[in-house]
């Protein structure tokens, strides 16, 4: 079992940056890939960046590559997803989520456990 709490969501304007921060629980989290998504009421799930703990491997969608960065600290247990260069297009609830073994998935299906959620609001 891996439990996942979000926190770092808000209101900002276009242009600026925010930090998400996904703490991880679990005696076996180590074991996991851990993803940040996206969703827009109506709209599909996105896998925006997924990074893989043991090997410290990160990927991130085309959508987003070179504005959100991902990374892990491990002694906070922590993943978080830097962003940069905020769009009213960003705004979205984001989640955090893991998977088993150390494998990078751009598919939300993928994904066991999931966090909470944050709402994050970019004003144009």
């Known amino acids: 079992q891996v439990q996942l709490a979000e926190s770092g969501g808000g209101l900002v304007r276009a242009g600026a940056s925010l930090r998400l921060s996904c703490a991880v629980f679990g005696r076996t989290f180590s074991d996991h890939t851990i993803g940040w998504c996206r969703q827009v009421p109506g709209k599909e799930r996105e896998v925006l960046a997924a990074?893989?703990?043991?090997?410290?491997?990160?990927a991130h969608a085309n959508s987003v590559r070179g504005r959100f960065a991902i990374s892990r600290d491990v002694a906070k247990n922590t993943v978080t997803l830097q962003m940069h260069s905020l769009k009213s297009e960003d705004t979205a609830i984001y989640s955090c989520?893991?998977?088993?073994?150390?494998?990078?998935?751009?598919?939300?299906?993928?994904?066991?456990?999931w966090g909470q959620g944050t709402q994050v609001t970019v004003s144009s």
């Open positions: 990074l893989t703990w043991i090997t410290n491997v990160p």
């Open positions: 989520a893991a998977r088993h073994g150390q494998v990078l998935s751009s598919s939300s299906d993928q994904y066991s456990y």
